[in-house]
């Protein structure tokens, strides 16, 4: 079965440049006329909102949700007593406007995903496994699967847009 929106991993060591990437990657796919959505998994305990603000009392007060909204975007807060899954947090997305969701983290889903490396890392390259479509790295290297060069931006765009076209093939 077929995801809708598709997910995309980006995935590698910490410092391999993952958030970097999706930086200049989200504008150059925009401007291919896709519709990006990212998900971003951190280790830490993330906190949107600042104590004292309205939204942080009504969690502070027992509210589950709180959505904070202006007339440029909105934004809807969650606590969770466990983690919760990719399939959850992409459920959240509004498909009206999301053609493709991008996942930094969550480096054990079985999606497919473009495995970061750079050649100055202390730490090998990692196990390519089933779901990685491609390698992004600054050296030359033999595999299986498509190698990008890690710093030319419009070539992984390509990419990306070349495999994002197979699930409207």
Not at 27 to 49: C, E, F, M, Y
Not at 50 to 56: A, L, M, N, R
Not at 78 to 93: C, K, N, R, W
Request: negative net charge.
């Amino acid at each position: 079965m077929t995801i809708h929106p598709p997910f995309l991993g980006i995935t590698g060591y910490s410092g391999s440049g993952k958030t970097t990437l999706l930086e200049q990657l989200i504008p150059q796919l925009t401007a291919k006329g896709l519709r990006v959505s990212v998900i971003k998994h951190s280790h830490h305990n993330a906190q949107v909102d600042k104590p004292g603000k309205d939204s942080w009392r009504m969690k502070e007060a027992g509210a589950a949700q709180v959505i904070m909204a202006c007339d440029q975007r909105w934004a809807l807060m969650t606590e969770t007593p466990q983690p919760v899954s990719l399939a959850y947090l992409s459920a959240q997305f509004d498909p009206r406007l999301t053609d493709l969701i991008l996942v930094e983290g969550f480096k054990q889903e079985p999606i497919a995903k473009i495995l970061l490396h750079r050649q100055g890392m202390t730490k090998p390259l990692p196990e390519i496994d089933e779901n990685v479509i491609a390698l992004a790295t600054d050296y030359p290297l033999e595999s299986s699967v498509p190698v990008l060069d890690i710093n030319q931006i419009a070539q992984i765009a390509d990419f990306i847009l070349h495999w994002r076209n197979q699930f409207n093939g």
